[in-house]
């Protein structure tokens, strides 16, 4: 009992130190691991900004999580209650403390930053999560456990089916198998992870499957983050110097700051470069490139590599990237 508090106490304290530690690896990246750069990164590049761009990148990351360990915990509770006891177990205690609203809460936040590919795996989440809630609750209740654990999943993967025929096939012959995986199994395999497991073998296979998720989560969350631009790439037109004939130069990188003698980019080599506010002709934002995707497998139009909010939201029509983006200075220069 005791060990249980004590690891529940370090938890606490180091989950809010993760973030931290992310933030500061893709400072260290940024700076191509040079002490002096990332000191003058840190020195100028807003807490907020790295913070929003962490929010952004990792958003997807806290609903797996609790979907993840309020189905583990849940399979424990009704496989082996005796061997359910929050005050022993981080995975038991995890369950106990949190609250439905919390997981439709999840549910929802996934179903709107979850790629389409991955919403099957949403829906067997889901599917699990209510029929081993119901068994639990309503262990007297045969018709609505039937209902719940059997009717419905039987009826929901029948549905998804019908929708994603199309998209598996179309995946099939692409010979993408991972599309075809994530699309084609989770709906059958709703079906079958509705009941309790064998008493001896569910404590070791729910322990270690959360203590693999909490793992590997934060591995692919820092993989993730490190990808994720936190500075605006700026193109900044620099007029040559006095007596000087070269004709007028853009910088390309990531804009650090201005200040009242200089402007501070970080180029794409890595090195910072101090322009003379006297000398900058013009500055451009250029957009972020738009991904290329993986797969062109589409669910009735809807590509698997898009999200809700990316399918519902508006988007930047593609465009020419302006002059200075390129390297080469604006007509006119």
Do not use: K
């Not at 262990?139 to 993967?157: F, H, M, N, Y």
């Amino acid at each position: 009992m005791v060990g249980a508090r004590q690891a529940q106490q370090w938890l606490l304290t180091l989950l809010p130190a993760f973030p931290v530690l992310l933030l500061v690896l893709r400072l260290w990246q940024l700076s191509r691991q040079d002490m002096s750069t990332m000191l003058l990164l840190v020195q100028y590049v807003s807490p907020l900004g790295l913070l929003s761009a962490l929010l952004i990148a990792l958003v997807w990351a806290a609903p797996l999580a609790v979907l993840v360990v309020g189905v583990l915990g849940r399979l424990l509770r009704l496989s082996a209650p005796d061997r359910f006891d929050p005050e022993r177990s981080l995975l038991a205690s995890g369950t106990a403390r949190t609250p439905g609203w919390v997981l439709t809460a999840a549910v929802a936040l996934a179903a709107l930053t979850w790629q389409l590919r991955f919403l099957p795996t949403l829906l067997m989440l889901a599917l699990w999560l209510l029929a081993l809630r119901t068994r639990y609750l309503r262990p007297d209740q045969p018709t609505r456990i039937l209902l719940v654990g059997s009717a419905l999943p039987v009826a929901a993967a029948v549905l998804a089916y019908a929708v994603l025929a199309p998209a598996i096939w179309a995946a099939v012959r692409s010979g993408e198998w991972s599309t075809v995986a994530l699309l084609a199994v989770p709906p059958a395999a709703a079906t079958v992870l509705t009941g309790p497991l064998p008493r001896w073998i569910a404590p070791a296979l729910t322990h270690t499957l959360a203590y693999a998720v909490a793992a590997v989560l934060p591995l692919v969350m820092g993989a993730v983050f490190l990808r994720v631009p936190v500075l605006p790439t700026t193109a900044v037109e620099v007029a040559p110097t006095a007596g000087d004939r070269t004709p007028t130069g853009v910088v390309l990188g990531q804009l650090i700051t201005v200040t009242d003698t200089s402007t501070i980019v970080l180029d794409a080599g890595g090195v910072v470069r101090f322009l003379p506010n006297g000398l900058v002709r013009t500055q451009t934002l250029c957009p972020e490139a738009a991904r290329v995707p993986f797969s062109r497998v589409t669910v009735h139009g809807w590509p698997v590599e898009e999200t809700t909010l990316d399918w519902m939201m508006p988007r930047r029509p593609v465009t020419a990237p302006d002059q200075p983006c390129t390297g080469r200075p604006a007509t006119g220069s």
